[in-house]
């Protein structure tokens, strides 16, 4: 498989979609969880698609409950959560795995096109490495996403060009997405 049109996914009621449907638009593919700490990142997620989806910006919300237990709800349960609290608009997916054995796919080619390599600098990131460390040795080998909010940044052409990690500033992800899309209108 050469690009993220290669692969289909569940949506919240189960039917399985065809990434192909988002040919053309720059996508920014999200695992997300709803008690985390990083859940915040809601706003400026909602943000960024309001501003941009008229540019072809589409963001992928795929809830995940591999990390701490930090989204035990039903997908119903997670959308209406999103929506109320967020007003999120976006499309949001079946939960999925994104790690070990039963890992989904797309996000074993998403960690594999752009691997992990750092939280950064600071007390957040040392932080999150602990936690994230003890979370992923279950996981061994097959922890391709280290954190919830872990974001890939895919062309037109669904190509993974860009991972930032929980910890990278919304603004720098903002500013990524911002120039994908100037570059290739």
């Not at 189960?14 to 695992?31: D, F, H, P, T, W």
């Not at 960024?48 to 409950?65: S, T, W």
Request: aromatic share 12%; glycine share 6%.
């Amino acid at each position: 498989m050469s690009t993220v049109y290669d692969f289909s996914v569940k949506d919240r009621s189960g039917k399985m979609i065809s990434l192909r449907e988002y040919a053309g638009k720059v996508l920014l593919i999200v695992n997300t969880a709803t008690g985390c700490g990083f859940t915040p990142h809601y706003d400026p997620l909602e943000a960024m698609y309001r501003d941009l989806r008229e540019q072809g910006l589409e963001i992928l919300d795929f809830p995940c409950n591999q990390f701490a237990n930090q989204a035990p709800g039903s997908e119903s349960e997670i959308h209406e959560f999103c929506t109320l609290k967020f007003g999120t608009e976006f499309p949001q997916f079946a939960k999925v795995n994104v790690n070990g054995e039963e890992a989904d796919p797309l996000f074993v080619y998403l960690a594999k096109q752009k691997p992990f390599e750092s939280f950064g600098k600071g007390v957040k990131a040392f932080a999150l490495k602990k936690f994230a460390n003890a979370n992923n040795k279950a996981f061994g080998e097959k922890a391709y996403i280290k954190w919830n909010f872990t974001k890939f940044l895919v062309d037109r052409t669904g190509v993974v060009v860009s991972r930032f990690e929980p910890t990278a500033d919304m603004k720098k992800v903002r500013l990524a997405v911002e120039t994908l899309l100037k570059e290739t209108r």
